[in-house]
């Protein structure tokens, strides 16, 4: 439960981007990838029109629909390529083993991904049932059973959520050790463990929180199928920038400050860690990871 929050943080002066993250936000790909699918959205929305124009009111139903579901896809991207602002998801909360700073993944990100899942599920589930409805048959139509199927297959991913199996993660750090909740699983590190934090750059900004190999490392996934998000494969914490609400260059020297400064750990889940985030103060990190 939160203890203190930060509030919007005033502006700190320049953190400086690790050289080995890339600097452009969209790549060509990118860009052509939103064009696509915002001109697939426009699309279904004039078919949908056009079909309600001629009189068939499910065409506006299905094509809004489908408008929908490929806005949410182009929102989804942005969401994932826009820089986090927000530091005031920066804060300490009180849990079980003490109070730690914990460090929130975008809210936004979050719920324009329920949105699009909720969105497949209804077209599916939907178009399912009007068929079934509109066929002169005691059977069970092929498309409507194969809609369906895929239909209830997303619906598992909105119980997960509801259920909380599937949920918008964070990381705390306390002094005992780093606690990382993905969207699909846990995993915890003591501070015993860690040899510091490097950021690395897998077609977006990421920080290694790297452990040493033999380490009892405790990690588990919390939802059965959807799995939306993987575990790394070596004891680490692997932060994907992309999916925090905090701008990516204080994230890295915030976890970068702690990983490879144990004497500074007295300070995580106290206000003296909102403090040192609001105004920026980390040394510039050293290169690569220190010598233990």
């Known amino acids: 439960m939160p203890k203190t929050g930060a509030g919007d943080f005033p502006r700190r002066g320049p953190i400086s981007i690790p050289a080995v993250w890339q600097h452009s936000r969209y790549t060509l ?7 696509m699918f915002s001109g697939c959205g426009v699309l279904s929305a004039l078919v949908g029109l056009g079909g309600w ?23 989804t991207g942005a969401a994932f390529r826009s820089a986090g602002r927000r530091d005031a998801d920066i804060r300490t909360v009180v849990t079980a083993g003490g109070d730690a ?19 497949m599920t209804a077209l599916m589930l939907g178009a399912a049932v ?34 909380g199996r599937v949920r918008r993660g964070y990381i705390r ?21 860690v040899v510091g934090a490097i950021p690395v750059y897998y077609d977006s900004p990421t920080v290694l929180v ?19 998000d993987r575990l790394p494969p070596a004891p680490m ?18 976890l970068a400050y702690y990983a490879n400064n144990p004497s500074t750990r007295t300070e ?25």
């Not at 009189?55 to 299905?62: E, F, I, N, Q, S």
């Not at 750090?173 to 463990?193: D, K, M, Q, Y």
């Not at 889940?269 to 233990?292: F, Q, S, V």
């Open 101 to 119: 700073t914990e460090l929130r993944q975008s809210r936004r990100l979050w719920l324009v991904l329920v949105a699009l899942m909720g969105c």
């Open 130 to 163: 009007e068929i079934y409805l509109n066929v002169p048959s005691s059977f069970i139509p092929g498309a409507s059973a194969v809609l369906g199927g895929f239909g209830l297959y997303c619906l598992t991913f909105l119980l997960a959520v509801v259920t």
């Open 173 to 193: 750090l306390s002094i005992n050790g780093i606690h990382h909740r993905g969207w699909s699983f846990e995993s915890f590190l003591p501070w015993t463990a």
């Open 53 to 75: 124009l001629d009189g068939m009111p499910a065409a506006l139903r299905y094509g809004l629909g489908f408008a929908c579901f490929f806005f949410l896809i182009v929102a």
């Open 268 to 292: 995580l889940g106290a206000e003296a860690a909102i403090e040192r985030a609001r105004a920026g103060d980390y040394p510039p990190p050293t290169e690569g990871i220190p010598a233990p």
């Open 237 to 254: 914490i692997e932060v994907d920038c992309r999916k925090f609400a905090i701008d990516a260059a204080l994230l890295f020297h915030l």
């Open 29 to 35: 790909r990118d860009i052509l990838a939103l064009v």
């Open 210 to 228: 790297v452990a040493h190999a033999n380490t009892d490392w405790s990690r588990r996934p919390t939802a059965r199928i959807w799995r939306i």
